[in-house]
């Protein structure tokens, strides 16, 4: 079975430009999670996706969003970039919308903003 | 919202030892306790959860204690060992409304020393 999948794998963007990063989640799995996780902070909650709407979000400024396909995959935008956007973006998928069940992670996309 | 302490930031043990890692939360509502090793430059891996209803669960050398009066959980590993070397986080899953994320510690990095 294949586990979550996330691409690109670094993505190289400089101040105010967008960056977009996407995430597969395990088959079989509705919903999908984004964390950053910057040098030294451990992992922030940003968004939480289930059937195809947005379910909760992480204190991040609205330039942060993202939106989940039909195949519940999903799209992290992070519009006019700032430097301390720099952090490996992390995304996660589970099973059932309210139920206790593990999230697995990807690997990740590390975004540097130069 | 959920607050998630982590106690220590960094720990160091002699190869065999036993290592705790231990963990307070702020919402009693919270149920769900997930861990989660990471290696340098990779994901994050589920080690071993425990919901609110259990007090303490082991799969082999790793154990997970719940103390829901408390409101604290501790990870205990028994003879540690180099490839247990790793950063390890610590999360908690509130319920209802903006709660319901996991909420991650900021992170133990943990060393065994052959």
């Known amino acids: 079975e294949a586990g979550v999948t996330q691409s690109p794998t670094h993505l190289i963007k400089t101040r105010g430009q967008q960056a977009t990063l996407r995430c597969s989640p395990i088959?079989?799995?509705?919903?999908v999670y984004w964390y950053q996780q910057a040098l030294g902070l451990g992992l922030q909650f940003l968004l939480w996706y289930d059937e195809g709407e947005e379910r909760n979000r992480g204190n991040f400024p609205p330039r942060f969003s993202g939106r989940q396909f039909p195949n519940y995959s999903s799209e992290l935008n992070v519009n006019a970039l700032e430097l301390e956007d720099s952090a490996l973006y992390l995304c996660?998928?589970?099973?059932?919308?309210?139920?206790?069940?593990?999230?697995?992670f990807g690997d990740g996309t590390r975004l540097s903003i130069l | 919202g959920e607050n998630v302490e982590q106690h220590p930031s960094t720990l160091s043990v002699q190869e065999g030892d036993s290592a705790v890692i231990k963990c307070t939360y702020s919402d009693s509502a919270s149920n769900y306790f997930p861990w989660y090793k990471q290696e340098l430059g990779k994901r994050p891996q589920l080690i071993i959860d425990i919901r609110s209803n259990v007090g303490e669960k082991k799969d082999q050398r790793i154990a997970v204690t719940l103390n829901k009066t408390a409101k604290h959980f501790s990870l205990h590993i028994t003879e540690t060992q180099p490839e247990d070397s790793a950063v390890y986080f610590c999360a908690a899953k509130g319920s209802g409304g903006s709660n319901y994320k996991l909420t991650f510690g900021k992170g133990t990095l943990l060393t065994v020393n052959p």
């Open positions: 996660a998928s589970s099973t059932g919308q309210y139920s206790n069940q593990p999230q697995h």
């Open positions: 088959s079989g799995h509705t919903s």
